[in-house]
């Protein structure tokens, strides 16, 4: 004897009504299509205006000069994910220009005095992390002292003066700093490749799912046994790490130590990274838009100078288009959840 199967509920037009619409053929908006478009609408604006912007040259050197401050960007990434705040880059990146200039002045080999200043950056950035850590202190605090600390310590060493007297003829200063490949500034190469190799990290490996799941929860991701101590560290550390490779780069092309170098960069580079859509609230962030957000206020900086604002008007305007970009950006966020739903805003 068989017996039969009940036949499957129908759905009811009800349930159809009752189910989410997702729109055919639609992807999320990514989270630097925002800020990509708007460094490309910015720079086509200006180039409007004054047409000897677009030129190639004019447009590297912006890019070039937006180098140090975005790989700053680009390590502060890690950290704000993780609801810390790094202040301590600035003055990181004025000691590694000043000890790489007087390690290559008293006789070591430049590309040697190179690694020294990058593990050098690295082990304040890990000692940033510890403190703040183990002594439960915000990392704001700790990282501000820091950077008094290490500025104090370069114009010590520096005895308040630039240090001079560098071979200019070392490949550390012709390829690093004046080198070219394909016609683009090398520095500008490395940069490229750091916001590669940084968003893969954040994005595809383990280390930057932990700093994500961190800064979401630090309290689950404790409880969940992930690694918090260590992960606070090594993204401190890679924060330094990017500071001293700035200064790296800082020393090749400058081929001088400045200890007044970097004045207000750690506070541009988080700006930077806010702008290109890394929250203070922790739990995202994006390599790329930190990036483009480094470039938005370079071609606002550059654009300054070919419309003839006077100098005095050139950090006014600078912190306007900050505000209004922070200010745009939860706006900008909403609309592409929105659009990413299938509802109209």
Request: hydrophobic letters at 55%; glycine letters at 12%; charged letters at 15%.
């Amino acid at each position: 004897m068989s017996v039969r199967k009940p036949a499957a509920p129908q759905a009811s037009e009800n349930d159809e009504a009752k189910a989410p619409v997702r729109p055919r053929g639609r992807r999320p908006v990514p989270d630097e299509a925002g800020v990509v478009g708007v460094l490309v609408l910015l720079v086509l604006g200006v180039g409007l205006f004054e047409p000897d912007f677009l030129r190639t040259g004019n447009l590297l050197t912006t890019a070039h000069n937006s180098v140090y401050v975005g790989l700053m960007a680009c390590g502060m990434v890690f950290a704000l994910a993780m609801r810390e705040v790094d202040l301590s880059v600035g003055g990181m990146y004025a000691m590694g220009v000043v000890v790489g200039a007087l390690l290559i002045r008293d006789g070591w080999n430049p590309w040697l005095a190179a690694l020294a200043v990058l593990a050098l950056s690295a082990l304040v950035g890990a000692l940033n992390g510890a403190v703040t850590t183990y002594l439960r202190l915000p990392s704001f605090i700790v990282t501000l002292a820091t950077s008094m600390l290490l500025r104090g310590v370069g114009l010590a060493l520096a005895e308040g003066r630039q240090i001079t007297d560098l071979p200019q003829d070392h490949a550390l200063f012709t390829v690093l700093g004046g080198g070219e490949s394909l016609g683009v500034p090398n520095a500008v190469w490395v940069f490229a490749l750091a916001v590669v190799v940084l968003t893969v990290a954040f994005t595809r490996t383990r280390f930057g799912a932990r700093v994500r799941a961190i800064g979401s929860n630090p309290e689950a991701a404790e409880f969940g046994g992930l690694p918090v101590t260590r992960t606070r560290i090594a993204a401190l550390a890679l924060s330094g790490l990017m500071a001293g490779i700035a200064a790296v780069l800082a020393l090749a092309f400058f081929i001088a130590g400045d200890p007044t170098i970097g004045q207000g960069y750690e506070l541009t580079a988080i700006a930077a990274a806010i702008i290109g859509g890394t929250p203070l609230k922790g739990g995202t962030g994006s390599v790329l838009g930190a990036a483009a957000g480094t470039l938005i206020l370079g071609v606002v900086t550059a654009a300054l100078v070919f419309f003839e604002v006077p100098i005095n008007w050139t950090t006014f305007a600078t912190g306007g288009v900050i505000l209004v970009a922070v200010g745009a950006a939860p706006l900008l966020r909403r609309v592409r959840d929105l659009r990413s739903s299938g509802r109209n805003p």
